[in-house]
């Protein structure tokens, strides 16, 4: 069974402060994937990855970066958190690019106050 | 552009049919998903279409017309436990593979 966990499933944190989401798949998988959801706006993509070392901004890419040093894992840096970045955030993986299924993770509800 | 439209909320009764529409509009498409979400948990893979026609998987069934641009999901024997958002999310094609996803339709089983 394919595995994605995400460092913690609920995270309080002050505008200003530097955030940090952790991001594990346990099945070698090459590309992974960081979503947030939002009601009504459904998940969008913040940054992809189909390498290690590698990194595509997806639709959202503004106030976030990524890092995937290992191939297991995928980070989510927002560099000075926002109120508007209270969301869920989703990490996905999947083996293949394109019509490949993706697993996600349990998500982080992220509440900047 | 691209957009993907999907009804916000569906009620039906447990034993039943119903059928989610999906309509999409983008560039380079390459394939529809769809994903089933509970509450408070992570989307789970439900199927996956690139050709037109219909894939059935035991209770659910997935339908698409790629020259109208729409699909729709067909579940079969209502369970109480299929009250969940069911997703739909096409493929796109740029310079890499992206999934476009809808906003969601909240499904409630009623007994």
């Known amino acids: 069974d394919v595995k994605v966990t995400q460092s913690s499933r609920y995270l309080v944190k002050r505008t200003g402060e530097k955030v940090f989401l952790e991001c594990v798949q346990d099945m070698d998988h090459e590309n992974m994937f960081w979503y947030r959801q939002d009601p009504g706006l459904g998940l969008r993509l913040i940054y992809f990855?189909?390498?290690?070392?590698?990194?595509e901004k997806g639709d959202i890419p503004e106030g976030y970066s990524v890092s995937r040093e290992k191939k297991e894992r995928f980070s989510l840096i927002l560099e000075s958190a926002s109120t508007n970045q209270t969301s869920m955030y989703l990490c996905a993986s999947s083996l293949e690019q394109g019509a490949d299924e993706q697993y996600f993770g349990p998500g982080t509800r992220l509440t900047v106050t | 552009g691209q957009n993907i439209d999907q009804p916000t909320e569906m009620t039906a009764t447990e034993g039943a049919i119903v059928q989610i529409n999906c309509t999409y509009q983008t560039s380079g498409f390459n394939g529809l998903f769809w994903y089933q979400q509970h509450a408070g948990e992570a989307p789970t893979f439900l199927s996956y279409?690139?050709?037109?026609g219909l894939e059935e998987k035991g209770r659910f069934s997935s339908f698409l017309s790629r020259s109208k641009g729409y699909s729709y999901l067909l579940l079969k024997e209502l369970q109480m436990k299929d009250s969940a958002s069911y997703l739909c999310a096409a493929i796109r094609m740029d310079s890499s593979y992206k999934l476009i996803f809808g906003s969601g339709t909240r499904l409630l089983v009623r007994p």
């Open positions: 279409n690139v050709l037109d």
């Open positions: 990855s189909y390498d290690v070392k590698m990194k």
